[in-house]
């Protein structure tokens, strides 16, 4: 028998939710202090008190004054598990009216911070007033059918503005006063202006001083002092950075920029990890009226300049103690297949990964030992008597030239200066082979190369960042519908038509935090089959799946989509770009693409066509020391 009763079931939330859904921040202390404190400050706060306790069973409470919650907003909060605030409140903080205006943006995302005092209680009251209105609320763990339990027990007019939650310690603290202190200072240490203050002391620099890095410059109308503090790592570089003082005032915002670019990847763990502060009181008349920042002259630029010189060297150093302890795992991961290579090679090795975390400050562990292991195997495998009958056969001339080139050139450099030199002139070449070339396969073929190849466009597209973009692909596969042929690479990254192939390749965009916030530019390669003429019918056809790629939704409405449709010949009334927005349609026949990639590669294919010819040198040579010349 069929039981066709309809039931609505409740959902049921086990015990341990909130600890999956919120993490260390009701788990660790130090997060929970710090996200407690957070919460005071994206509340347009400038006065935070925390009566932090000495033992179980002593009420914790913090308290801020600013902007508050109305009850309905209270509800809507507290009472929404993935709150959203960029959307409701947006990333600007509100402040209370007739209190600072200066702009400050919000730690806040998701508000998961507001559940913290979880990690001090089961139980706590929150006070909040706003607009006139009073609420008083218990806020409980629960089980079963929610995670919490959330109770009214107060709503009345009040004037005022401000947020007072308070609790029960149920559990051994791990952090002592101090420890607190220490914390909280050194995240929040670079606005003077946002006042904490725990067990009735006010939170000063002095407090920090013993684990701050101290420096003074003398400048002929005043003395400069620069304070480098270190806290625990965070999620973002927001409060970290180079924040100027006058007089106990913070001037603009902390950040990592420079005069003429940043200090410091906003992705390294350092810049999320330190805080300089700069006190230059004696430049207080050259402070913007709405302390934004200083007023620019020849003066403030030498001043600042020196300062960032300093801090610039003082974070080299710290970025080499970080990469040496790196590197030393790296090598300890790999003892047992480093241990048989001479001395010299192991030297080189470390040499390389040297250069390597210099280049790629992001590049990970995990991908540092896994480089190790690499480049050892590689050096067991190798043969150094090939490279010896290779010079036996130079003559004095060619290791006259070999040496100078050795002088100004380490190998490392030169050989990916060749590899990246080949793989573009491997590239044109293939291109002016195929360009005019009817076969549909080969032209296919020809696609996956401009992964790589974008360069040949221009200098806005020689980043490595763009790579294959498989779901706006399937946009334009679903705009051609029954004209895409079975793809014989199985390559879903791009759609295979009878007469064309086409690419979709995308760069991310990131937020002021540094942060991927979603794609900043689309480039789409178009590419006809040998012998065909674009008119207005391809450009158009091009600006449709492009649109198309617009209301998907994919992509942002501030993302730039570049079509590049290429084929042998262009109709004379076709030949101009179409613009749509940031949506643009350029038109190019492969002529004109193959010029642009010589002359970007300094025509090295013509001058060696040229070379090979005055010196009768056939392909298959595989030394031609004399190129070096070119």
Sequence with gaps: MINTTKENLPLIFEENFLEHHAGQIIQDPVFAIVELVANCWDAGATKVEIS?????????????????????????????LNYNRLKHQSKEVEFPKGKRNRNRLAFGKNGVGRHAMFCFTNEYTIETTKDGIYTKAKVSKSNGEKPFDIFIEETKSKQGHGTFISGVVYKNLLLREQNVIELIGSKFIADPEFIIIVNNSKVLLTDLESKAVIKEMAFPDGKVIIRRFEGERNRTTQQQGVAWWVQKRLVGVPSWDGISGRLIDGRNSIAKKYVYIVEVDFLKNNVKSDWSGFHSSPEIIEIKQSVLDFINEDLITLLAETRRERKNDAFAANTTVLKTLPRFVKEDISEIVDELQKDCPTFGSNELESTVKILATMEKAKSGYELLEKLAKFNHHDIDDLNTVLAEWSITDIKKVLNVLRWRLELVTELERLVDNSTTDELHDLQPLFERGLWIFGPEFESISFIS????????????GDRVLSNPKKRPDFVILPDASIGAYSRDSYDTGHEIDGIGSVVIVE??????????????????????????????????????????????????????GLITIIPMRYSTVITKAKSRL?????????????????????????????
């Design 527 to 580: 590419l006809k089959k040998g012998g065909f003429d674009i008119d207005d019918k391809e450009k158009d056809q091009a600006m449709y799946y492009a649109r198309e790629i617009r209301k998907s939704g994919k992509v942002d409405k501030t993302t730039r989509i570049t079509c590049y449709v290429l084929g042998s010949s262009i109709n004379k009334d076709a030949e101009e770009k179409n613009n749509d």
């Design 469 to 480: 973009n498989r779901a706006l692909s399937t946009i334009i596969r679903t705009y051609f």
């Design 52 to 80: 932090y306790p000495n033992d179980i069973r002593d009420v914790f409470f913090i308290k801020d004054d600013g902007i508050g919650m109305t009850t309905n907003e209270f509800k809507f909060r507290w009472n929404n």
């Design 602 to 630: 300094f025509n090295l294919i013509d001058k060696l066509e040229k070379f090979k010819k005055e010196n009768n040198i056939s392909d298959s040579v595989d030394y031609q020391p004399e190129l070096f010349a070119i």
